[in-house]
């Protein structure tokens, strides 16, 4: 099965942008891939941020945003508030199984 | 409002079953495909199976191929997961998360002796 890549940690500072990539062992990241993104605080379950590659549940704060970038799957935090510091998840699907990546902590220092 | 109630879940001994279930509310639900996801403790999130809307399709992650099998109901709007073979590294929370990416509130399944 197919291995997908984060970064293992990322720090941004409050009201600065950062970005987080999931790339996949199998070469580029495109739509078919159906990119997921969660987010996850400890002692919570996971929730999702965005579906499909950009798609935006009511829930999603504004300042998270979905991509392709450079072969990769993208979530972009612009504004970053303290209350965003957790784990990112990105998932992908691969013609109907899917993989995890293994999450990006990130820091809002 | 999307609802996924889960239950089943609970203490097995290793080499016992379990059943997972997952109610779903909310939205068409024979319209979706369906997924298992569980996160052992301290670990990240995997990816357990999949199931298409009509169930013809099902796709699992090879650790638990010959032991899970994922269905679903759609006239009662419910999935399922049946465990069987349980080993202690399947001791995790389960979560059932819809194609939308609606999840479920969690069962925590622990295999012990």
């Known amino acids: 099965q197919a291995v997908v890549t984060q970064e293992p940690s990322l720090t941004v500072s409050p009201g600065g942008t950062v970005t987080l990539t999931c790339g996949s062992s199998?070469?580029?990241?495109?739509?078919?891939?159906?990119p997921y993104w969660f987010q996850q605080k400890p002692g919570q379950a996971p929730r999702t941020l965005i579906y499909?590659?950009?798609n935006k549940h009511s829930w999603t704060p504004a300042r998270f945003s979905g991509s392709l970038l450079g072969g990769k799957a993208a979530l972009t935090l612009s504004g970053a508030q303290p209350e965003d510091e957790a784990e990112y998840y990105c998932?992908?699907?691969?013609?109907?199984?899917?993989?995890f990546g293994g999450g990006t902590q990130l820091a809002v220092l | 409002e999307v609802q996924l109630v889960e239950s089943g879940g609970g203490l097995v001994q290793p080499g016992g079953s379990l059943r997972l279930s997952c109610a779903v509310s909310?939205?068409?639900?024979?319209?979706?495909?369906m997924a298992w996801v569980r996160q052992a403790p301290g670990e990240g999130l995997e990816w357990l199976a999949n199931?298409?809307?009509?169930?013809?399709?099902?796709y699992y992650v090879d650790s638990v191929k010959g032991r899970f099998t994922v269905s679903r109901d759609n006239a009662k709007s419910s999935l399922y997961l049946q465990m069987n073979s349980l080993r202690a590294e399947d001791t995790a929370i389960y979560y059932c998360?819809?194609?939308?990416?609606?999840w479920g509130q969690g069962n925590v399944v622990t295999v012990s002796s």
């Open positions: 998360v819809t194609d939308m990416g609606y």
């Open positions: 909310g939205f068409t639900f024979s319209s979706y495909w």
């Open positions: 199931i298409n809307e009509d169930g013809s399709g099902k």
């Open positions: 199998t070469g580029a990241v495109t739509s078919g891939h159906y």
């Open positions: 499909h590659t950009s």
């Open positions: 998932l992908l699907s691969y013609s109907g199984s899917a993989v």
